[in-house]
């Protein structure tokens, strides 16, 4: 499976952005997508994750302003973020569970690149 991720970019206070992310060689819609994300200096984290039947998980920091979707038809998983901080700074990845649960704590076999999100204030 590979994944490739796009949509980041430098954006002010208060803007949204929407990424984008796109498997394709042996994925199946059945397998969990989720996004995390690495700030300079700090651990990888969870964001947000989807199963198939678009359930989803959010990390509960991230509140309201994180909406993850998914369309199985584009094997695409979408995270659209509002009201953005400085605090939102990060590389953001998208990955794959193919045990089909999406949670922070479940295991993501696959990763893509990442797309960079950058936040002035």
């Known amino acids: 499976v590979q994944l490739q991720a796009s949509g980041g970019g430098l954006v002010q206070a208060g803007d949204s952005l929407r990424l984008s992310c796109a498997a394709s060689?042996?994925?199946?819609?059945?397998?969990?997508m989720a996004w995390f994300r690495q700030a300079l200096g700090k651990e990888r984290e969870f964001v947000a994750g989807?199963?198939?039947?678009?359930?989803?998980s959010y990390e509960k920091t991230v509140g309201g302003r994180f909406t993850i979707s998914r369309d199985n038809s584009k094997n695409s998983v979408f995270l659209q973020i509002h009201s953005l901080k400085p605090e939102d700074t990060a590389m953001y990845y998208c990955?794959?569970?193919?045990?089909?649960?999406?949670?922070?704590?479940?295991?993501?076999?696959?990763w893509g690149p990442g797309t960079q999100v950058t936040v002035s204030s």
């Open positions: 060689g042996r994925f199946h819609n059945t397998y969990a």
């Open positions: 990955a794959v569970d193919v045990t089909g649960f999406g949670k922070p704590t479940s295991p993501y076999d696959y």
């Open positions: 989807i199963r198939s039947t678009a359930d989803t």
